[in-house]
């Protein structure tokens, strides 16, 4: 079982840039693939992006393809997502998601453990 705990959520201007952080409990990060996923009002929880236990397959949703660079230190237990050329689009709850799959799943329900969320809120 893994716990997992986003930050680096905020309030930015359209433009701007935040980079979302995922730490994970337990000594068997490196065996989960991980992915995140964001939630806006009113709308289904939708992927962002995945990436392989050892990093080495990264995948990204068309929206934010370019912009967001998701990365992982198995050291450190930790995901990341540095985001770029944010939009007003992108407000949503960010969530933090982990599979002990060894492929990378666009679909929520694929993932066994959440985090709680973050909040990313990009104003015009």
């Known amino acids: 079982q893994v716990q997992l705990v986003e930050s680096g959520g905020g309030l930015v201007q359209a433009g701007g840039s935040l980079r979302l952080s995922c730490a994970a409990s337990?000594?068997?990060?490196?065996?989960?693939?991980m992915g995140w996923f964001r939630q806006a009002p009113g709308k289904e929880r939708e992927f962002v992006a995945g990436?392989?236990?050892?990093?080495?397959?990264?995948y990204y949703a068309d929206s934010v393809k370019g912009r967001f660079a998701m990365s992982r230190d198995n050291a450190k237990n930790t995901v990341y997502l540095q985001m770029i050329s944010l939009k007003p689009e992108d407000t949503a709850v960010y969530y933090c998601?982990?599979?002990?799959?060894?492929?990378?799943?666009?679909?929520?329900?694929?993932?066994?453990?959440w985090g709680q969320g973050t909040q990313v809120t990009v104003s015009s």
């Open positions: 990436i392989s236990r050892s990093g080495g397959n990264i």
């Open positions: 998601a982990a599979d002990p799959w060894l492929l990378i799943t666009t679909i929520a329900s694929g993932y066994a453990y």
């Open positions: 337990g000594r068997t990060f490196s065996t989960y693939t």
